[in-house]
């Protein structure tokens, strides 16, 4: 008899708090906050995304939350909200999940979709992951190289996978040595629309767009990779996440501290 997954999973870090630094075409523009805490077999998520352009004149924050359970190396979503809030509009995305996959979705104003949108059914719902669970599936690798695999994902109004492969290794800058690996792994990240989006320009070059990237940083001991830089070229510039502080507390209360 095999032992279930579930038997063999190594066990998730009890809490994970990370901010990082957010740019565009090379000027900061804000930062994101992220924590995760996992108790016994289940898990809460936060996100806290706020930018700034104009000179204050754009302001937009959001704020998303995401529980759910543990099915071995895997996060199970149960609940998830994303609340924004600019100059210009707010709004809210509210999502309940089954066994099965999406099993409710409440927009705020409502969301009506374009004839011109590819329908979202009922069967691109299934077994997928809400954005912030997303994360929390990346930061776990079931081999030694943490690229090749493929998370799919349903924020509410546009279902769409995104494609993970290896694309280069490269050294990773401290300011504090943490005593764990300082070599990431950079992965090519393509965008795969499914369902709820166009069909128009945007789409197409979002779909095309090679340059897009994750840079992994593996920290053996907590049994997680760590996002340190995320990279989206447009035609505008470049928008940068860059890590400037992870802490992280194991299963066995060790803590870490990764600071670029």
């Excluded at 000027?27 to 108790?39: I, P, Q, R």
């Excluded at 543990?70 to 707010?90: H, I, L, M, Q, W």
């Excluded at 099965?100 to 979709?113: E, I, L, M, Q």
Aim: charged share 20%; with cysteine.
């Amino acid at each position: 008899c095999l032992p279930s997954p579930a038997a063999d999973a190594k066990p998730w870090p009890t809490r994970v708090t990370a901010v990082y630094k957010i740019t565009f075409g090379g000027l900061e523009v804000g930062n994101f906050h992220f924590e995760s805490t996992v108790n016994e077999q289940s898990y809460t998520l936060s996100g806290n995304a706020d930018l700034k352009a104009l000179l204050g004149i754009f302001n937009w924050q959001g704020i998303t939350r995401s529980s759910g359970s543990v099915a071995g190396e895997r996060p199970k979503p149960a609940a998830y909200t994303f609340d924004f809030k600019s100059n210009a509009k707010s709004g809210s995305v509210k999502m309940s999940f089954n066994d099965a996959g999406v099993s409710n979705v409440t927009t705020v104003p409502p969301h009506t979709p374009s004839r011109l949108s590819v329908p979202v059914r009922e069967h691109h719902l299934r077994d997928v992951l809400d954005p912030l669970s997303a994360v929390m599936a990346l930061t776990r690798a079931r081999s030694a190289n943490p690229c090749g695999r493929k998370i799919s994902i349903f924020d509410g109004k546009q279902r769409f996978d995104l494609l993970f492969s290896f694309r280069r290794r490269e050294r990773i800058p401290e300011a504090r040595q943490s005593g764990q690996p300082g070599i990431g792994y950079v992965c090519r990240v393509k965008y795969i629309p499914v369902a709820g989006h166009r069909n128009n320009d945007e789409t197409r070059q979002m779909a095309e767009n090679a340059g897009i990237e994750v840079a992994l940083r593996p920290v053996p001991i907590a049994n997680l990779v760590i996002p340190y830089q995320i990279t989206i070229p447009t035609i505008a510039g470049s928008a940068v996440l860059t890590s400037q502080r992870v802490d992280i507390t194991t299963a066995g209360m060790r803590q870490i501290a990764l600071v670029r």
